[in-house]
């Protein structure tokens, strides 16, 4: 690539996946087998945070010993627990018009497809190969490099220098997620954020917190290339 494509970071769950329980019950698996937790995640919002942030408030809540050494332990039985996980429970579907954008998308040389997630970087690649879309994404950020999501948005720019060999810039970047950490995200990182109304947070909430852009999903090709600045393919010639 000889120009800086658009580099379109993409948060998972609520926004490409509805993933139908499989992250928390592989984590609720997790505490029971290693802490004996029944509930460890009640009254814990999960939305926008990334995966080492919500495992912390758990230890603190219940007041276990947060390490490095736990904190390892803990992902490795959560990871396998997702795995079996991804297996035993074939539920959960891709957000509307995830499969026609990332196929239009992969194939331009303008854009460069990204995640940026919470979840740590095996969990990502177990839940999106659940659903086929894995290798869609070139490059990342993920919870397992920061626990601060805002913090991902330099992450996710140097994955992209690495595998483009070009250096980016915020502008560079759009942040495109369901949450309003989101939004947060992109405007601590200084990118541009679409907000896209599929997860439990409606248009109008998400358009108060004062993104770019706001769709109901991307379900509407048209829209979802107005949001990342993208001209519209070429029409086929009869």
């Known amino acids: 690539m000889a120009a800086r494509p658009k580099l379109l970071l993409f948060d998972i769950d609520g926004t490409l996946i509805h993933k139908g329980g499989m992250g928390s019950a592989?984590?609720?698996r997790?505490?029971?087998e290693l802490y004996g937790l029944t509930d460890p995640l009640h009254g814990i919002r999960l939305d926008g945070k990334t995966d080492p942030r919500i495992?912390?408030?758990?230890?603190?809540r219940f007041e276990l010993n947060w390490s490095i050494a736990a904190w390892d332990q803990l992902i490795e039985r959560y990871v396998r627990c997702l795995e079996e996980e991804a297996v035993a429970r074939p539920v959960g579907q891709l957000c509307p018009g995830v499969t026609q954008l990332l196929?239009?998308?992969s194939g331009r040389r303008d854009c460069?497809?990204?995640l940026l997630t919470g979840n740590v970087r095996r969990g990502a690649e177990i839940k999106l190969r659940a659903f086929g879309i894995w290798d869609a994404f070139t490059f990342g950020a993920f919870g397992s490099d920061r626990e601060l999501r805002p913090e991902l948005v330099a992450v996710a720019l140097a994955r992209a220098q690495e595998r483009f060999g070009l250096?980016?810039?915020p502008s560079d970047a759009i942040v495109i997620g369901d949450t309003p950490a989101d939004i947060e995200t992109a405007k601590a990182g200084g990118c541009a954020c679409?907000?896209?109304a599929t997860g439990r947070f409606t248009v109008d909430e998400l358009r108060h917190l004062g993104p770019d852009f706001v769709l109901q999903d991307l379900g509407d090709l048209d829209r979802a290339l107005e949001a990342f600045a993208l001209a519209p393919p070429p029409v086929a010639s009869i």
Do not use: H, K, P
Request: aromatic content about 12%.
């Open 55 to 60: 495992c912390r408030e758990v230890f603190e």
């Open 112 to 114: 460069a497809l990204g």
């Open 103 to 105: 196929s239009i998308l």
């Open 167 to 169: 250096q980016f810039q």
């Open 30 to 32: 997790a505490f029971l």
């Open 26 to 28: 592989a984590l609720r």
């Open 194 to 196: 679409v907000a896209v």
